[in-house]
Each structure stands twice: as C-alpha cells, then as structure tokens.
C-alpha cells in the first residue's frame, strides 16, 4: 500500500517567484523522512507539491515531475482531487471540521464525496483509524461530540485518524507537533513510529530533536539569502546528517550555528 | 451584542483601582478611557431600546381605538370590516406571501453569486461583480418599483398564462391570469431582486472568511471544489446565511414604495397571479394613510404594529435556529 516518493528536477513558484529550485530525491516506502531547514527555505512548499495541494494556492504552480511508484502525479490528465486521495496530509494547527462530531470528522474523507456505506462498515473504519491514531481509548464514550472539544494534542490525532481513514499510500505531515505540548508531541511521535508499518511518512520539522528521533531519512533544506530559491541540500539516514554531515551548511545547520 | 460588549468593558476598569500607585497610568491613559468608552457602548445600547420602546408604545397606543373599539373608542366596530382580524388577517398573508415569493427566488441566485464571486470566480472578475451587486442595493425602491410596473409586469404576463394552462390546479396558479401582470408574484419578483443585493455581499462577506485551515483539510482529503464547499464553507456560514436571509426578508416585508407601484391591490387570494387581488400592510398603509383618520387611522397604525410583530416573531426564529447548532458553530 505504501508507495515510493521520486521528485524529478522538481521547481516550485509562486507566480514568478522560483521558491523551491531543482529538487531530486527518492524516499523510500514504509520509512520516514523529515524535511529540516531554516523557515523559508522551502520544505514545506515543497510538501505541499506532492500531494498538489501547492496549487491551491493563487498563482502557484510547479514544474518537474513527482513519480509515485513510477506514475507522475503532474502528467497530463491526473486529477489533483485523485492525488489527494492517495497522499493525505495533516496540517501544522489541528484542524478538524469544527461542525462535525469526532465520528463525522472521521468519516470525513467518505462524507465529502457522498459514498455511501452501511453503519457497521463505518464503525469499523471509525474504529480502525482512531485506534491507529492512538486515540480510540479517550474519545470512544463521546464520539458524538464536536471534534473541536478535544485537547490540542487529541485533535491532531484526530486529523491523523481523518487521514488515515482514506487509506492513504503516503502520509505527509506539515510541522504536525508545532502547536502541540510536550506530552502530546510524544504521542504523535508515537504514532508516526506506527505509521511508517503501513505507509510512507514524510514530516516536516523545526525540531532537530523530533527529526533525529522519528525519521529514518533526513533532508536537509537551505536558502542562500531573502528572494533567492531554497534548494535540497543534503539528504541522507538520519544518523548521517546528525552526526557525519557532508555538506558545511548542514554541519552548520545540526550544529546549531545558524538556523 | 451590546450587553456583551459593556459588560467586558466595565469590568476591565476594576482591577486598575485597585493597583498600587506605582502600577498606575498618570490619569490620561488607560482607566479612564476605558470608562468612557464604557459609558458610550452603555449609551449606544441604551438609545436603541429606547428609541424600540417609544415606537412601540406608539404603535400600541395608537392602535387600541381599532384592536378593542368597543373600550378605546366610541364605535363599536371598526370601519373597514366587522373585526380587525378580518381586515388585518388577508394584509397579513398578502404580505407573507410576497415576502416568501422573493426570498424562494432570491435566496439560492444570492448564495450562488456570493459563491462564484468567493470560491469560483478569478480575481479580475470578482472584484467588479461584487461592486455591481453592492450597486444594486444603491438604486432608490421607487426606481424598482417603476422598473416592476412599465417592464417586468408586461413581460412576466406570457409567463402567467403559461403557468395558468399547465398549473391551474394548483390554488396559487388558479383564476384568470393577469393582462398587465400587476400582481403580488411581480411583486414578489420585484422584491427579490431588491434583496438580492443584501443577501448576496453579506454571503460573500461571510463565505470569504472560512477559514483556510478548514478549506485545505477537506482538499487534502481530496474533495473537489464544490465537495469542499459543501463541507467547509456552508457549515461555517450557516449563521451567517440565515442571518443575512433575514436581513433580506426584513427588507421585503417592509418594503413600500416598490410593491405599491407594481401590485393593483384587492382582497386576499391564493392566486398570485391575477390582478385586483391581494395587498400588503406597508402599501396599504401608504396609500391610505395620507387621507385617514379617527378609526381608520388606527386600523393602519395597527396594522403597522401587526407587521412590526412579524418581523419580531421572525427574527427570533432565525436566532433560534443559528443556536440550535452553537456547539458545533466553530466558535468553542
């Protein structure tokens, strides 16, 4: 079910501007891999390009293609809406659709294109993917309540159960712990442990730490000055970048002289 | 609104006084303007129910003589028929079913064109459009009204005789349709498209608001467009929706100077499109107010206080029906 992620000589803009230049990685099935870097430097532009979720943006387009195993989702005739499908992503705050109950919110991704499914079926998925979010436990008494009700840590899981629920191939989490607590940062590090058995996990992240403890790749992303492209500097297992860097930016980077 | 507001604002100077001196701002700053902004919030309030409360006792006390003519007055009944019921209750309905006329066609073009212009339309387009319909909600009744009576009327004729020959047996399309087309469903079109404004840019307004985080998780999940729409913006926008519709209906129960001169009133019928039938309270007051008096001044004043009792009645619907749904408005 999991998918290998191929970005070919990949450019993002923004209308004119060149945000992200020439990127080339592979990102293997069932792993995770963490994009770090300076803010602005491009690595969450970059997520949101392979799950075409970039576009939505006004004016935003990107150039090059991103292969899943093989197929690239910017060829002629492939439907963003399909893409999206088969990449989920969660977001940086928690966002679950604040008019639904916990279970409506689950049962989101079926919900909007009006499929159809019998009340057993969806207690299993609601089941299954608030179990595999780790969140079954607290939420099963009060399924009916509004998702918004939750603890910040306990809605993330909540979009992660929302993301799952689809069963996704890749998983792509946008910064997925920046507004959560240090208790709630650990049981969603958790759970992207879980993940990878299944799918392949990409997270973007301003902790080092978080990178070094959940990723089993790192890409390490820089930008040379204000209005110039950020760029795929290094991208290596993790303990490399960590610990053996190539590159002086990434040394300077994990050392914590700039950044 | 007003109460929430005063009520935040006169307990924010409390624990200022009770600061040490050191804390203290020096007499200019703080405390004190928060007092008067605090006393003007108050004031505001206040003015509205008074100027609400005069106008009510108003309309109450002019209208005993015609509600209860045996005590109030020295007849024993009033002028335009046996029982004020009877003379209020077809103005009621007249004006109802104009009033639901407009909002049925209004309200879905309004949300539609408050959709295209936030979520569908480029920005070079929207812009312009937004500012035409603002324009609309510009142009003085009494234009709409003579733009109802000399064009639509004549042309909205062939569509009665239309509805006439293939929906006669329903009550609303029965009797002999109109020759001029002066009848309460011109009336109600007319109304329409002098709400459509309102309705549309407070939508627009509350539509462009959803917020991002919301409208990019139903895409992430992979829901087209109009799946997006449906399961973001709607649900935030509900409140808002029922709110500016009320708005409108407001506006189209009040309305005077349009209805008058399109409709040729008569007694209350279902059938909505024959001329010489139906009439509405704000144009029967204004066409005989001018030359009433005694009794039958009163009639009209309480047939004022009859549609100021409709209004009321529906905007506390509305409200209820927006707080049926607080927990899951967003707000918590």
């Known amino acids: 079910m999991a998918k290998r992620i191929d970005a070919v000589d990949l450019n993002v803009y923004y209308g004119k501007f060149l945000a992200v230049e020439d990127v080339n990685i592979k990102i293997e099935p069932r792993s995770v891999t963490a994009f770090i870097g300076p803010s ?220 | ?71 109030f007055s020295d ?49 070079r387009i929207a812009t312009p459009v937004g500012y035409v319909i603002d324009l609309l909600a510009a142009i003085p009744s009494v234009v709409y009204g003579a733009w109802g009576m000399v064009t639509l009327a004549p042309a909205l004729v062939p569509i009665y005789g239309w509805l006439h020959e293939h929906l006669g047996f329903l009550p609303f399309f029965a009797g002999d349709p109109s020759t001029t087309g002066r009848t309460l469903a011109t009336s109600g079109v007319v109304l329409a498209v002098m709400i459509l404004p309102i309705i549309t840019s407070l939508c627009r307004e509350i539509f462009v608001q959803t917020p991002k985080l919301h409208e990019e998780a139903a895409l992430a999940l992979g829901a087209t467009q109009w799946e997006m729409v449906r399961a973001t913006v709607f649900p935030f926008a509900r409140a808002g929706i029922v709110s500016s519709v009320m708005l409108g209906l407001g506006r189209a129960l009040g309305e005077t100077m349009a209805v008058t001169l399109v409709l040729s009133p008569g007694v209350f019928s279902l059938s909505l499109i024959t001329s010489g039938r139906n009439a509405t309270i704000p144009s029967e007051i204004a066409l005989n107010f001018p030359e009433a008096f005694g009794m039958r001044q009163s009639e009209l004043i309480a047939a004022g206080l009859m549609l100021f009792i409709i209004t009321l009645a529906v905007n506390m619907i509305a409200r209820w029906i927006v707080s049926r749904h607080k927990e899951f408005s967003g707000a918590n």
Not at chain 1, 51 to 56: A, I, L, P, S
Not at chain 1, 97 to 124: C, Q, W
Not at chain 1, 237 to 259: A, C, K, L
């Open chain 1, 40 to 259: 602005g430097c491009g690595k969450t532009t970059f997520l949101r390009t392979i799950n075409r979720m970039h576009e939505v943006l006004p004016g935003a387009y990107a150039e090059g293609e991103i292969l899943l195993d093989g197929e690239n989702i910017y060829g002629p005739g492939v439907d963003p809406v399909n893409v999206r499908a088969e990449v989920g992503m969660v977001f940086q705050r928690p966002n679950p659709f604040p008019t639904m109950s916990i279970r409506e919110n689950v049962l989101a991704g079926y919900r909007l294109n009006g499929t159809r499914m019998s009340k057993s079926d969806a207690d299993a998925i609601v089941e299954k993917s608030l179990r595999g979010a780790n969140l079954w436990n607290e939420v099963k008494d009060r399924l009916d309540k509004p998702g918004s009700g939750l603890s910040g840590g306990q809605q993330q899981r909540l979009c992660i159960a929302r993301t799952v629920a689809v069963e996704p191939s890749v998983i792509l989490m946008d910064e997925p712990c920046s507004a959560l607590d240090p208790i709630s940062t650990l049981a969603v590090e958790d759970l992207i442990n879980e993940l990878k058995e299944n799918y392949t996990v990409v997270i973007v992240t301003h902790n080092m730490q978080q990178a070094a403890r959940v990723a089993d790749r790192t890409a390490f992303f820089n930008i040379q000055g204000t209005g110039k492209p950020g760029k795929l500097i290094e991208y290596d297992d993790t303990i490399n970048i960590f610990q053996n860097p190539q590159n002086e930016q990434t040394q300077n980077y994990v050392s914590g002289r700039f950044g």
């Open chain 2, 75 to 123: 007849q024993d009944s009033i002028s335009s028929a046996d029982t004020f019921l009877q003379y209020v209750l077809p103005l009621m309905g007249g004006t109802i079913i104009a009033s639901i006329i407009a909002l049925i066609i209004a309200t879905p073009v309004a949300v539609g064109i408050a959709l295209y212009i936030s979520h569908y339309a480029p920005r």
């Open chain 2, 1 to 71: 609104m007003t109460e929430k507001v005063t009520a935040h604002s006169s307990s924010a100077p409390a624990p200022a006084r009770s600061a040490p001196s050191g804390l203290q701002t020096g007499g200019t700053g703080g405390a004190s303007g928060d007092r008067v902004f605090s006393g003007l919030a108050y004031g505001a309030g206040g003015l509205i129910l008074v100027v609400l409360a005069f106008v009510a006792i108003f309309l109450v006390t002019e209208s005993l003589p015609a509600l209860w003519p045996t005590v």
